[in-house]
């Protein structure tokens, strides 16, 4: 965790660092309380805000939200101080805080709020990767809760729309298609991240904008890495080591580097025993000792690389399908499952999202050998464990930058609007394997199979509006009217609309 330690320096605030590395919070808590020196307003910042990420690592978003707003009011006050210092600039870090608040709002479920903040720490994290990633994740979640410009009623996308037509005896029940792939919304070319107003306009081809930006700034840090490694007779262009010594001096780094930064010098350098007392490893040189410390980070950081680089192409086939595109959608999946120690999560969206497309560009019999990885012995298995799912999680929440703090006076959010940044569980994408299955074999006619598989899904996952509406096509299909109303009625997740369709009679 980024605590400015240069400022900071005393052995409680560089164990609560080391302890934050290692994921004791709680500790981390106690040490921050002990070490930081509460009169200068710029430590100040600095301590709300590392309370305000550590409170964010343990999934309490409203304490931190707390702490960030106390952050960004501490770096208010400090650009009031007359007369004004040099040393004020350094010592203001909202741009950095403001980075923390977009991922809070993020976690949180409000991907508007969370673009704003976003848009303004663009100031500075213009050439990171991972602003781009979490601008296009906001404008996906958008879509998901139906605040992207529809001609429907803003309603969660995820739920059936079911049209009410006539009245009384003569009252039938219509199923909507929700929102199509190529329809109501608002899909507009050449959308800026700003509109007229000044705010952050979020669309779909944003997204996409902001996904390739980010798989451009990750090319080229690669590139750069490969290039400085070689030899010293082989030069950079002067601009490209001036940017790289930039971005290797600055002190803004992101939490997962500043983790990867303590748990080096924990196991490279020394050995904290429980007191904090520091002891020098036995045997190997300094030199041997840093050297094994610089292999270590470099490691962490091509580990944290291959990660951002999965989330982007799950990403950006995810955004192709959404806008009609099945083929570029299907060559994204391809590089994805590609990709060297690709982890199970993202294995599982790389099969899903490519048959999806396949069956977009009917080949229907390649759709399933992607499906059929995970069927062993007549059974379908889990895609993915427990202990995958959970370490996305942890994965997923730690890129908060640690320097920075703040989220501008979030409000409350309901329980449910904290799966903001949540994720399908092993049992639940089991079910989404069986709807596929259903789907696809009612595309090949064969409706009992189908209704076997949509069946198995619906005992997982009663309220999947995807299973419910596979069920009802298979249900309707098979002349079995009774039963569809059956499913609807029970699905939770049901949206009712008067009106809407018109009857076509002949």
């Known amino acids: 965790m980024n605590m400015h330690v240069e400022r900071l320096i005393n052995g409680s605030s560089l164990e609560s660092q080391l302890e934050y590395a290692r994921g004791n919070h709680r500790k981390a808590i106690k040490l921050l309380m002990a070490s930081s020196n509460r009169t200068d307003i710029g430590i100040l910042s600095m301590f709300h805000n590392n309370l305000g990420c550590i409170y964010y690592q343990l999934g309490k978003y409203h304490t931190s939200s707390v702490f960030f707003s106390k952050a960004l009011n501490n770096c208010a006050s400090l650009r009031k101080e007359k007369p004004l210092k040099l040393s004020t600039f350094s010592q203001d870090n909202s741009l950095l805080i403001i980075y923390n608040c977009g991922m809070q709002y993020l976690a949180c479920g409000k991907p508007i709020a969370a673009a704003r903040c976003f848009q303004k720490a663009g100031l500075i994290f213009y050439n990171r990767p991972l602003l781009w990633l979490r601008l296009a994740e906001c404008c996906l979640m958008a879509l998901e809760k139906g605040l992207l410009k529809s001609n429907l009623a803003p309603a969660d996308r995820s739920d059936v729309i079911i049209y009410v037509i006539g009245k009384g005896k003569w009252r039938q029940l219509a199923l909507g298609e929700g929102i199509p792939k190529n329809g109501n919304v608002d899909l507009e070319r050449g959308d800026l991240l700003l509109g007229s107003d000044g705010q952050p306009k979020l669309s779909l081809s944003l997204a996409r904008q902001c996904l390739y930006n980010a798989l451009y700034l990750l090319d080229r840090s690669e590139l750069s890495h490969l290039k400085s490694s070689l030899p010293s007779n082989s030069s950079l262009d002067e601009n490209e080591s001036t940017e790289m010594a930039s971005l290797k001096n600055s002190s803004h780094k992101n939490l997962q580097n500043m983790d990867s930064k303590a748990s080096t010098v924990a196991v490279g350098l020394s050995q904290v025993n429980a007191n904090g007392d520091a002891k020098e490893q036995r045997g190997g040189t300094t030199q041997e000792l840093v050297q094994n410390s610089l292999t270590y980070y470099e490691d962490i950081r091509r580990k944290e690389k291959a990660l951002i680089k ?166 309707l299909a098979l002349g079995k009217s009774e039963a569809a109303i059956a499913k609807l009625k029970h699905c939770s997740r049901i949206t009712f609309l008067s009106g809407g369709l018109t009857s076509n009679h002949s």
């Open 310 to 475: 999965q989330a982007l192409l799950a990403n950006l086939a995810y955004a192709e399908l959404e806008m009609g595109d099945p083929i570029k959608a299907l060559s994204t999946a391809k590089s994805l499952l590609e990709l060297p120690e690709c982890s199970r999560v993202y294995l599982f969206l790389g099969h899903i999202f490519a048959a999806e497309s396949l069956c977009w560009l009917n080949r229907q019999k390649e759709a399933i050998d992607h499906l059929l990885v995970y069927v062993s012995e007549g059974s379908v298995e889990l895609p993915f464990s427990q202990e995958d799912f959970e370490q996305r999680k942890v994965d997923r929440t730690a890129d908060c930058e640690d320097i920075n703090g703040g989220s501008t006076n979030a409000k409350n959010s309901s329980p449910q609007d904290l799966e903001g940044i949540g994720f399908l569980k092993p049992e639940e994408a089991r079910a989404a394997l069986y709807v596929n299955f259903a789907t696809l074999y009612a595309m090949q006619g064969d409706f009992n199979q189908a209704h076997q598989f949509v069946s198995q899904a619906l005992s997982i996952a009663p309220n999947n509006p995807e299973a419910t509406l596979t069920g009802v096509y298979v249900d």
